[in-house]
Structure formats: C-alpha cells, structure tokens
C-alpha cells in the first residue's frame, strides 16, 4: 500500500493527485464481527480511508494496566489487520484527548481525579471544567509519555513504511477546545512557571521585552523583576494596556499548544511513527490559533478542521445556510494559505443528538457546498457506530449517531449520499488540483481572526480588530457572493501577493494593523497595485504604539466618526445605501483625490478614489455594513469596477451563490441554493479561455448544490 502524501494543492493518492475521503470507524464501538463488512461497504462507497480514536480511557482503565487484549473493543490490532485487508488507510488518533463524547474527553478518570495538581486553570486558580488538563504540566506529561509507550509501538508496526495501513497520525484533538470553549485560556501556574526565573511565561516576557522600561511602559505598570511579572491583575477596571497584556498572554499560550504538539510527535517519532501527522482545529473560527503549531512542526505536519452545521439545540441552523456556506470558504482559504490542500477532518456524517435531526439531504448539500468551496479532503464523522464501552459514554450508551450504517448494521439512506459523492469525487479526480477562478481578493489578517480572544473596548479606537474580522464575514464576504462576485484571499504576512496585479485587493483595516502588514500594502500599491481599503485607516500597530504607514502614503486623510446622526450614502449611481454598520467621514480628501461617495445629508465624503506615487489605484470606503439590502452589493460592485474588476460569472438571483472551478482544460461550476426554498436564476460563465461563455438558466431545489459544465450548461 503507498503512503498518501500532499502538496499546498492536493493530497497524492497512489502516486497521482487525488481526494482523501475517510470516514470515521471505531472499533471500540463495533462489534468485531461487522468491522470486514462494514469497512468493505465504505469502500464501495468509494471510501479510500478511515480513522479511529484509540482512547486512553479504555485502554488504561486503572492506572498502570494498559492493554489491548481480550474483549472485542479492545483489539486494536485486529481491527488494523483487517482495515489492511480491506485496502482502506487508517488514520489513528491515541490522543491523548479523543473527546468523542467520552467521559473526561477521553482520559482515563483516575488521571483527573487523582491527580488535581495538573488541572488546567483559570486566572483565580479554579479549574477551568472536569476533565480540562494543562498540557505541558510535567506530571500530565510525564503520564502521557507512559500511555504513548505502550500505544505508538503498536501504531508504528502498522504504519505504511511497515506493510500497515495507517497513513496518518494525530496528535490530541481539537486542541484547546477543553479550555476556550468553557471560556479560558490555561493559567496553571505550575505548567506557565508564574514567578520562577526560568519559568515559561519569564523566559517569554523577557524575550518578548528584552528591555524591563518597555515591558512597565507597555503595560502601564512599575515591575522591578520579570519574575513578578503577571498576565493580568483580576479585580482591576479594564484599561487600554490591558488589552496588549491580554495579547500577549494569548500569543504566549497558544505557544505552549505548540511546544503540546512537538512534544507529542517527539514522542510518537521515537517509537518509530513515521507517517505525516495531522490535527484537527476544531471549528473555522480557532484555524488561526495554530500558527505558531504550524510553524514549529515544519513539513510533515498537516492542519485541518472541523465543519459542523448542527449538533444540537446551541447551533445558529439546523442546516447549511449561507452562513454556514461564508465560515466554510473562509477556513478553507485559511487552510490553503496556510500551505495545506484544505482537509475537513471531521464533516458531518450524522449527529450526536437525535434532535434536531440532520437529514442525508442537509449532509449532501452541506459536503457538495464544501467541495465547491476548495475542500481536498473529508472524514465524516462518524461513517459508523455502536455501543460505547461500559461507563464510558458521556451522553448515551449508544453511539449510533445517525450514521450511514447504524448500530447493527442496517444501511441507512445517507449511505446512499455518501456513495454518491465518493463517485463523483473519484469520477471528476482532476477537481483536486482545480483552482477558484476569483475576480477580486481579499487581505486575510491572522491577527483579526484572533483578536476576540483578547481584545477589550479600547479607549480611542473606533473601529477593533475583532470588528474587522466580523465586516469580513457578515459584510463583504456575504456582499460578495450575494453579487456573484468572486473573492480569494491573500495572506497579510507574505510578500507573494505583491507583484501580482491582475485583480484588485479589498483590504480590511481596523484602526490596528502590524507595521510590517502596512508596509506590503503600501509596496503593492507603488507596484501599481489597485486597492479598495475600508473602513477606517491604521492608526496603530499591532501592540498598540502610533504607527501610520499606509495612511501616510496615501496622503494622511484625516477620518471623522459619524456621531450616531442618521446617514444616507449615495455612491456612484447608487443610493440611499442601507446603512446598518456605521460611517467615517474624511474631511478632506487627498490632493490627487476624487469623491465617489457622500452622505447626502451632510455632504460629508464617505468615498473617494486617488492615486498616490507610484503608479497605483486606491479606493477609500468610509463605511462598514452587515449584508441586508442589494444596494450594497450594487454599491460594492462599482466601486470593484472603478478599479478595473471583471467579473467572471455573473448570476441573477443572489440567492444562488456560485464558484468556478477551473484546471487546465476542464472546469465547473457551483450553483448553491442553500435556503429552504426552490430558486431559478439565469447564470452567465466564461469560456475556460475566459472570453464570454453563454447563458444558463439553471433552476435548483431547496438546500442543492448544482455542479454543471460553465459552457455547455449540461448538469455534471
């Protein structure tokens, strides 16, 4: 069996690019008499992969016995034997969370309750949840050490170098979810080393503030010591400095999760695991908390996500919606900036509860949607299920899930889906090396995407990076498909988009923007780079000290914050904009400015167009909205157009979102109607040799997505 390898675009699959399409099987769940057939049916199913927790809370059940024999959820190693048999690739994850809705996400109960000095912990020293540990505490990882001794050489004899099945090996899951989502980031003051000379988070500060002045400048504070150094004071009113405190401390955290992940893969490496190993975050919103993971594990390493629409009652829909559809495109462009083919390690193949019901036409839609937005890979989870173990499920005894093969085995209509897809990905293999055919592109900051974690109301900043990072979302992106525009993103901390010129760059700024971010923007532009930037101008780095690079270069306009008076925007030929976001006003437009745009109450300038030295094209737009009324998507659409945006496809009902995919000779088009009523639209797709191609009318069912040829029009 090969190993499955990948490249920024595309996974490689028996030597030739292919899609990963793994579906969830544990087999401590299933009988180990239905593993052969249900394994067989996966991969009729197209399937060419599966993965599998390998939970330490079964496996060690007192401490110090450890064992992977006798009762059938147990036998790991049958379980590898037969998936190897069946010619299906494994990826296995030991943890050492499996979450999984297991009880204490997977850790064995007498590590949590008899060992509360590495509980993870909140600022005031409680514990942040049952079951939430600190990673590099040395006594958890002195225990986990122990667990992957008897564990990864089981693993390692199994792996593809070794005539085994398992191509991929995870580390943990979904790491940092045990303590965000209960809403903290972890202070135990053991693992962070809080008041020791060489403690972890001393040796941080004195490397981020070599200089103590500027670390009590920073922090508005009078430290005599690094030592005494501490992330916050809890009790205090909030102040601005806080907010740098907080980032740092965040940034400073999301260090220790990568030192958690180089630690653990030193550990599977030395039991000869030599596979690729992979992570999954665990929704769009925490990609961006894993850059300093990324960095610090180099080549090998592939990070993933996690695509839930509805799990339960907390959920924002019951099924895909556009929303839903904006979240996808979104991690995907992450994903692939972040050098990886965009993988969903776990997309939906059932549910954890039985309401409200997620149905195989919810499932199709929402897998075809993220197909047509740049996903390479997928493992649905869960492909199959069964009972837990006894005294080891967190919700029911019964894991069914749902899923496409229940718990005794009967072959439910999803399966019908999930074969469906499995032949039309393999069918349409070149999809995978496919690229978005995008006529404009949008600057991706990773600090915005981070900055909630962090970010408090900050005296004299009228416009936040978490802001931004919202306009992003529920304005332009949500504009922009609802006009049938099409973006990609770029990456704010690259120079590789700075000499490509061929479509315009919407740039999104909050009043803070790293220095070093400015300064691209303004070398892309003397490049004769043509940019839209809203809503507002730097006025700041990203720790907070005055820094104005961009706004220098484009003259220093002076911006006004509208007072709360009501606003009626006219731009262009557009009026009466809805204004539901909010309005900077510039007060006097640059000398080689020209006025796009006013309020028409005031005659104040929300817009204007200049182009400052070096040959560049720059679109000022003084306001930021959530997309309600297709004035906007009117208003957007000029202001593109003023800077020279063709549009590659162009559809008539904004209801229907589309994307072009194209690679070399082949191409195809998306058309999702993810809403729950039927839509008809007429769709007008370029040639592959992008001249005029030929109108299309195309009429979609409630929650579908249409995959057809963008110049025959002939349904794929």
Same mark, same amino acid.
């Given at each position: 069996m090969n190993p499955i390898t990948f490249t920024k675009q595309s996974y490689i699959i028996d030597g030739k690019p292919g899609f990963l399409y793994s579906g969830e099987f544990h087999y401590f769940r299933v009988r180990k008499s239905a593993w052969r057939e249900r394994m067989e049916l996966f991969k009729k199913a197209g399937g060419n992969c599966i993965a599998t927790y390998i939970p330490w809370l079964i496996h060690e059940p007192t401490e110090g016995n450890i064992t992977f024999a006798g009762e059938d959820h147990l036998d790991l190693e049958g379980f590898l034997k037969i998936a190897q048999e069946t010619g299906l690739r494994v990826m296995a994850r030991p943890g050492p969370y499996q979450y999984s809705e297991?009880?204490?996400?997977?850790?064995?109960? #007498?590590?949590?309750?008899?060992?509360? !000095?590495?509980?993870?912990?909140?600022?005031?020293?409680?514990?942040? /949840?049952?079951g939430s540990v600190s990673y590099i505490h040395p006594l958890f990882l002195e225990k986990v050490k122990? #667990? $992957?001794?008897?564990?990864?050489?089981? @693993?390692?004899?199994?792996?593809? *170098? /070794?005539?085994?099945? @398992?191509?991929?090996?995870? $580390?943990?899951?979904? !790491?940092?979810?045990?303590?965000?989502?209960?809403?903290?980031?972890?202070?135990?003051?053991e693992t962070m080393g809080f008041g020791k000379s060489g403690g972890r988070y001393t040796r941080f500060m004195q490397k981020r503030f070599p200089c103590l002045t500027d670390l009590n400048t920073a922090y508005d504070s009078a430290y005599e010591r690094y030592e005494d150094v501490r992330p916050q004071t809890p009790g205090l009113p909030p102040r601005t400095s806080d907010t740098r405190r907080k980032k740092d401390y965040f940034e400073f955290y999301l260090g220790t999760v990568a030192e958690y992940g180089v630690i653990l893969v030193e550990m599977m490496r030395s039991h000869g695991i030599d596979t690729p190993f992979i992570h999954n975050s665990a929704n769009p919103d925490m990609n961006a908390f894993f850059i300093e993971t990324v960095d610090a594990l180099g080549s090998d390493f592939l990070l993933g996500s996690d695509h839930y629409y509805n799990l339960d009652q907390n959920w924002n829909q019951n099924n895909p919606t556009p929303q839903y559809a904006i979240n996808v495109f979104y991690s995907n462009e992450m994903l692939r900036l972040m050098g990886f083919p965009p993988s969903i390690f776990e997309l939906p193949g059932g549910s954890c509860s039985d309401w409200p019901p997620i149905t195989p036409h919810d499932i199709k839609a929402c897998v075809l949607a993220n197909i047509a937005l740049g996903m390479k890979g997928c493992n649905y989870y869960i492909f199959t299920g069964g009972p837990n173990p006894p005294g080891a499920g967190l919700t029911t005894d019964l894991y069914d899930y749902g899923a496409a093969i229940g718990s005794e085995g009967e072959i439910r209509p999803l399966y019908d889906v999930v074969k469906e897809i499995g032949h039309f990905v393999k069918d349409n293999s070149w999809l995978v090396e496919a690229e978005h055919v995008s006529d404009f592109r949008v600057s991706l900051d990773f600090d915005y995407a981070r900055a909630r974690q962090y970010e408090a109301p900050l005296t004299g900043i009228r416009f936040s990076?978490?802001?931004?990072?919202?306009?992003?979302?529920?304005?332009?992106?949500?504009?922009? $498909?609802?006009?049938?525009? *099409?973006?990609?993103? @770029?990456?704010?901390?690259?120079?590789?988009?700075?000499?490509?010129? *061929?479509?315009?760059?919407?740039?999104?700024?909050?009043?803070?923007? !790293?220095?070093?971010? /400015?300064?691209? @923007?303004? /070398?892309?532009?003397?490049?004769g780079g043509r940019a839209l930037i809203a809503p507002v101008l730097p006025r700041f780095d990203e720790n907070l000290h005055p820094c104005t690079i961009l706004s220098d270069y484009l003259g220093s306009p002076e911006l006004e914050a509208n007072d709360g008076q009501q606003v009626r925007f006219n731009c262009g030929p557009v009026v009466n904009i809805f204004d539901n976001g909010g309005v900077s006003y510039t007060q006097a437009v640059p000398a080689s400015g020209k006025v796009l745009g006013i309020d028409e109450f005031t005659n104040k300038t929300i817009s204007w167009m200049s182009s400052p030295t070096g040959g560049g094209k720059v679109v000022f737009l003084g306001f930021h909205w959530m997309h309600a009324k297709n004035e906007q998507g009117q208003m957007l659409s000029w202001l593109l157009k003023e800077l020279g945006l063709i549009q590659r496809v162009i559809c008539s009902n904004p209801n229907i979102w589309t994307t072009l995919r194209r690679h070399a000779d082949k191409s195809m088009l998306f058309a999702m109607n993810l809403s729950t009523s039927d839509m008809e639209a007429e769709i007008d797709c370029p040639k592959n040799d992008d001249t005029p191609g030929s109108k299309h009318h195309v009429a979609l069912k409630a929650m579908t997505v249409l995959m057809m040829d963008p110049v025959s029009g002939k349904e794929i």
């Open positions: 297991l009880v204490y996400g997977g850790l064995p109960r #007498w590590l949590y309750d008899g060992y509360p !000095a590495l509980h993870a912990r909140r600022l005031n020293g409680e514990s942040i /949840q049952r122990r #667990w $992957f001794d008897a564990v990864c050489p089981l @693993i390692a004899r199994y792996t593809i *170098s /070794q005539g085994g099945p @398992i191509a991929f090996t995870q $580390f943990d899951n979904e !790491a940092m979810g045990v303590h965000l989502w209960r809403g903290s980031a972890d202070y135990n003051p990076a978490e802001q931004a990072w919202k306009f992003t979302r529920v304005g332009l992106l949500t504009t922009a $498909f609802c006009s049938s525009l *099409s973006p990609d993103f @770029i990456d704010m901390r690259s120079d590789e988009w700075l000499t490509d010129l *061929s479509t315009p760059l919407v740039v999104i700024c909050a009043e803070t923007m !790293a220095q070093s971010k /400015q300064a691209r @923007i303004v /070398q892309f532009l003397k490049n």
